[in-house]
């Protein structure tokens, strides 16, 4: 099913969104935050699937990926604007609570919208980052996940990144997916970020980033993580537990990576209707 396009007003312009929509009644509607350096699309796969059970699937294409909101500011890209922007998207749809599903950076606003505005998030489901305030832990004292973050340096780098990463039609780019995404799925994404003005606005989260110390999240919530993930480490990952005081399930995938809406749709669309029950 194609999704509909909306446009959603927000502080800094308008969001491009995707709404894949249910065939017959919605009985859920699940509000998915991709990543970097992806897109909405990425989760065109798990919202085929989604769909088909009743569940209605809306992806932003968040701050500094959408074209009409693109600050130059990089302190436009707190995480408390990129929330604000998630609720406007809540808000047009005319609703007062969603399902939350993020990914990648977009597991990180999701995880600070279930924090800071439970009464807005019925449930939450995250895939590969942990918890905000474990990972914090896990970069301050785990060599392994230091390790697994150094590119943090470069990405922070405003300029340098950019010409790192488009070099030679944007080789390191496409190379991040290790091959796990469709190539349709990576041309859609790099239609976004392969330029040098979307890439900017997509490295500013890095830039914007700061050490968060979030609460505990009371919502129900599901964790997903890869065991392959070659960005997280699973001390940060095991912790995550000590800060979900609601129901929680932690699916940890053995052998699985990064890219997991993309890699294990199957997998990604079952753990969110189990949360959503």
Do not use: C
Request: proline share 5%.
């Amino acid at each position: 099913m194609d999704p509909q396009h909306l446009t959603v007003d927000v502080a800094v312009g308008h969001l491009d969104v995707l709404d894949w929509d249910t065939d017959g009644p919605t009985r859920d509607t699940v509000l998915a935050l991709h990543g970097f350096p992806e897109s909405a699309w990425e989760w065109a796969p798990v919202a085929e699937i989604l769909t088909e059970q009743g569940i209605r699937v809306v992806a932003p294409t968040q701050r500094g990926y959408s074209a009409a909101a693109r600050p130059l500011d990089v302190g436009a890209y707190a995480i408390e604007h990129l929330s604000a922007d998630a609720l406007a998207v809540v808000d047009h749809l005319g609703l007062e609570r969603v399902h939350v599903l993020g990914h990648d950076w977009g597991a990180s606003v999701a995880w600070w919208l279930a924090a800071h505005h439970p009464d807005r998030v019925d449930t939450l489901s995250v895939i590969s980052i942990p918890h905000l305030s474990a990972f914090t832990e896990a970069l301050d004292t785990d060599p392994d996940q230091q390790a697994r973050s150094v590119y943090f340096e470069l990405f922070r780098q405003e300029g340098k990144a950019e010409d790192v990463l488009l070099e030679g039609g944007a080789h390191r780019l496409r190379a991040m997916f290790g091959g796990e995404v469709a190539d349709d799925q990576l041309e859609k994404h790099l239609a976004v970020v392969g330029d040098r003005a979307g890439l900017t606005g997509a490295l500013n989260w890095y830039r914007a980033m700061r050490r968060y110390n979030l609460p505990a999240v009371t919502v129900p919530t599901t964790f997903v993580w890869g065991d392959g993930d070659m960005a997280v480490a699973r001390s940060g990952a095991e912790a995550t537990a000590s800060w979900v005081t609601g129901d929680y399930r932690f699916v940890p995938i053995p052998g699985s990576g990064h890219w997991l809406p993309e890699q294990d749709p199957e997998l990604v669309a079952a753990e969110v209707l189990s949360r959503i029950g």
